[in-house]
């Protein structure tokens, strides 16, 4: 037996196998190491970009926008084409009223990444403050379209604020609706549809949807109390009418809606 041994070990046959043999095992062993180690360095690679874009943001927060562009220039050394990048780059740049810089990032990002719905979020809210409301509106509804986001329910919000710029009522109140399902402590939203319901004529839905608002809200609004009173006043409820005017009144002298409320009362309120 042990002769057979020997004279298989020296075949060449067999050493030509047992050589495979080796090699495959260690060059196995070389791909699992490059692997592990490509993985390392692409974790790496984002916690530091990470970190820089968040020491940006934060020095942003202070007002310290050198420091803040220190941080984005060693970010984009790292990867120019991250789309969370650009969007901090555009948010810095809006903020130095660079709109045309700021722009171009928001584009680059959203070029990277189309799923990026953060940035295509900030680009919406660029776009309104620029009453671009077309252009704003199509970028909110397809941030809207991602059924993950966690802040889904602003983005439904910001559809129906812009198609009622749009004047396209009934798409506002279904994104409304559906930002109130969403996010139930949301209480713009409700105001929002109470104020549609008013204007349509259907008061009764429209004081439901207003006492919904006035729950989920600490603290009375201009907009919510002088819907108030003309809600009261086409009940026929005087004392509640009178209230909410006399709190519209204290709390919110200045306001257009309190404005609007004087000129009602001297006009005998002839447009409740």
Known sequence: ???????????????????????????????TT??????????????VMENR???????????DHERAREHLNKATEVNNRSPELHDVWALLYQREMELEAAESHYKKALSYDPTFTRGRN??????????????AHQQF???????????????????GLTALKLDRVQEAEDAFTKA????????????????????????????????KYNTTKSNASPRGLWLGIRLENSFGNQDAEASQGMALRNLYPNSQENLEYQSWLKNERKNP
């Not at 776009?127 to 252009?135: K, S």
């Not at 509804?141 to 602003?154: I, M, Q, T």
């Not at 549609?196 to 439901?208: L, V």
């Open 53 to 63: 874009l968040q020491l940006a943001l934060g020095y942003m927060g202070k007002g």
């Open 180 to 211: 109130a399902i969403l996010s139930p402590q949301m209480a713009m939203a409700y105001l929002e549809l109470a104020e549609i319901a008013y204007k349509r004529g259907d008061n009764s839905r429209s004081k439901q949807l207003l006492d």
């Open 1 to 31: 037996m042990k002769k057979y041994k020997e004279k298989n070990l020296k075949n060449p046959i067999c050493l030509w196998i047992i050589g495979c043999i080796f090699s495959t095992v260690l060059m196995t062993g070389c791909v």
């Open 34 to 47: 490059n692997t592990g180690a490509s993985q390392k360095s692409k974790v790496d690679t984002e916690k």
């Open 122 to 135: 900030n680009y919406g809210l660029f776009l309104m403050r620029l009453n671009r409301i077309e252009e």
């Open 141 to 159: 509804v397809k941030g809207s379209e991602d059924l993950g986001y966690p802040k889904r329910a602003e983005l439904l919000y910001k559809v």
